[in-house]
């Protein structure tokens, strides 16, 4: 049986809604948001990207990663849709939505992928030593000496960003994008993405002027991008927003709930405790997100090195 996210998060819902049906009434006030009140942000314009990919060199360049296969300036990798992993934190993809030219050529769309430093994120909330948190800048910030390699950060997130590094097992670690939180904490530092884009597509500032400067851009010229800004609501709000000329369905962008991923982990996880659960259910509970994503039976990604993507 296949389910896609949709039904996915549905189901965990429902677990969510089994552990808080169990709680005494005076715990079931509404979870409100868990939010910096005023984070960075990027706003990536997708219709200015040209798919030149100097956004992936900087950041591998900034994070020190290993040198790709086939050289930034080779478009062939282009030719297949790619996800984050352990030595790429971010990869831009090519659409093609049908839109044509006056030649009648199809125009690509280009869109660029990473951690999308969720409002409140749900790989924070499934974290159970902290290793990760949402730091008051905007970035979800990772701390490799607390992980314990449970992986419950990549189950929990709904846009399936964190790569886990098999390769040594004794000191597990996690791979995502930063958010340059080493750059932008200080004064003037912008993420490596942002300063490189020779089209100026990613918009680094205060989340809060984002979402005021693409709504503006939006209002004037309506005919070039359509009415809507993608992660200003989704799970809550994201610290990355996009604005489109094309349906963001059609460029691998996930139909997510407006509602954070960490009301459903928190509400899990709470309820169990509550009930004196063993610590152990809680991981058969999460492994077996977990096994199910493994197992590759949630539809709508498809990509061959990790499950393929959208955003
Ligand atoms: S996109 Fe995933 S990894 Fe990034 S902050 Fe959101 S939940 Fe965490
Ligand atoms: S550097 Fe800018 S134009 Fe080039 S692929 Fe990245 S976002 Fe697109």
Known sequence: MEINRRQFFGIAGTMAGGALACKPKKTQAARTLKAPPDPY?????????????KCEEACNRVNNLPPPQVSFDDPRPLERKRRPV??????????????????????????KVQCMHCQDPGCVSACIVGALTKKDNGAVHYDASKCIGCRYCMVACPFQIPAYDYHDPLTPKVHKSTFCYHLIIKEGGKPACAVICPVEAITFGKRRQLLGLARQKIKNDPGRYLDRIYGEHEVGGTSWLYISGEPFEKLGFLDLPTRPIP???????????????????????????????NRKQITGDSEPERKEGSI
Not at 104 to 110: A, D, E, G, R, V
Request: charged share 15%; aromatic share 14%; proline share 3%.
């Open 41 to 53: 942000g990027c706003l990536m314009d997708i219709t200015a990207c040209v798919g030149c990919r």
């Open 263 to 293: 009301h459903l982990t928190e509400t899990i996880q709470h309820g169990m405790f509550r009930y004196m659960w063993a610590p152990l259910s809680l991981f058969a509970v999460l492994g077996g997100f977990m096994w199910t994503f």
């Open 86 to 111: 352990v030595t790429a934190y971010t990869v831009v993809n090519r659409y093609h939505t049908g839109k044509r030219d006056q030649r009648n050529q199809l125009i690509p769309t280009f869109v």
